[in-house]
């Protein structure tokens, strides 16, 4: 199993523009989530899913959006960059959100917005 | 504001003496987990502690957990040079979130 996978390790945006970050896991978990790590600020969470077609918001959802198509894919969109977005981004997946569950984290991608 | 809150916010020890972390939080919970995160890493899971245990032990590490004070402890024995890392705890405030604390670095002196 490749685990959880997160595509690109690094990226520059300049503000104003979009882009998603993509994730995928390859374990057949229910549960799927989006932090972002700020120094001093330790994990925030974005947005998470408990199945396909199903997500949610978390405690900073404001400027991204995710979708849940598949079980495996769980993308997060940028819609218009912005400074305060420059952040390392990491994705989680565990079997279910029907009990508490270890998650697993993918490498991260570490975005700089200019 | 974040769930749980670890304490210390940075700790630095010698190598071979035990090391311990605590994590408040400000809900009731299901769970409590600890991860690891090593330098420009994604986190690894430590050890989850359900809310009806008190204590929980794997290899060096023992976690506790204090529902009526709403809080853990992470104590990690005989400390080495690879545990220098940052420990985060992680709760499940009843509604499908895990929230993750701020976290503690520990750097193990040689």
């Known amino acids: 199993n490749a685990g959880v996978t997160q595509t690109p390790k690094f990226q520059v945006l300049k503000t104003g523009q979009s882009m998603t970050l993509q994730c995928a896991q390859d374990m057949n978990h229910e549960y799927m989530s989006w932090y972002r790590q700020d120094p001093g600020m330790g994990l925030r969470l974005i947005h998470y899913s408990v199945g396909a077609g199903i997500t949610d918001q978390g405690e900073v959802p404001n400027g991204y959006n995710v979708s849940r198509s598949t079980t495996e894919d769980f993308p997060l969109r940028l819609l218009s960059a912005a400074p305060s977005q420059t952040s390392v981004y990491f994705c989680?997946?565990?079997?279910?959100?029907?009990?508490?569950?270890?998650?697993?984290f993918g490498p991260g991608t570490r975005l700089t917005v200019t | 504001s974040q769930q749980g809150e670890e304490d210390p916010q940075a700790l630095s020890i010698q190598e071979g003496e035990n090391a311990t972390m605590n994590c408040s939080y400000k809900?009731?919970?299901?769970?409590l987990q600890w991860y690891r995160q090593n330098s420009g890493r994604g986190l690894v899971h430590l050890i989850l502690i359900r809310s009806n245990e008190r204590e929980k032990h794997s290899g060096r590490l023992r976690v506790t957990l204090d529902t009526s004070k709403k809080s853990s402890s992470l104590l990690i024995t005989a400390s080495r040079a690879a545990d220098t890392a940052s420990y985060f705890c992680?709760?499940?405030?009843?509604?499908?979130?895990?929230?993750f604390g701020k976290g503690t670095r520990l750097h193990i002196l040689p």
């Open positions: 809900t009731s919970i299901n769970n």
């Open positions: 992680a709760t499940d405030p009843r509604d499908d979130k895990i929230i």
């Open positions: 989680a997946s565990s079997y279910s959100y029907r009990d508490t569950y270890e998650q697993y």
